[in-house]
C-alpha cells in the first residue's frame, strides 16, 4: 500500500487546547488581506486558523462591548 508521506503520523501536527471545543461550522467570505493576517497568526502561534480566527473575533467582540468577557 502506497502512503502519502505528507499525511505520516511522524509529520501531522495538530494544535491541542484543553478548553477548545468542537462546535458548529459557520462559512464566511472574508478580505484576503484579513485571511492572510490569520493564516499568518495560525502558522506563528501553531494554532488551527479556525482556532486563531475564533480568539480574534471573540477579542474584538469584547473589546466593543457586544459581548462579556468570561476570562474576568
Known amino acids: 500500500m502506497l502512503e502519502n508521506p505528507r499525511l505520516s503520523m511522524n509529520n501531522v501536527r495538530v494544535p491541542r487546547r484543553d478548553n477548545y471545543e ?5 462559512s464566511a467570505t472574508i478580505h484576503p488581506d484579513l ?13 488551527s486558523i479556525s482556532q486563531v480566527t475564533d480568539e480574534v473575533l471573540y477579542k474584538g467582540l469584547v473589546e466593543m462591548q457586544e459581548l462579556e468577557d468570561i476570562n474576568k
Open 22 to 26: 468542537k462546535r458548529p461550522v459557520l
Open 35 to 47: 485571511k492572510r493576517t490569520l493564516v499568518a497568526m495560525s502558522e506563528r502561534t501553531g494554532l
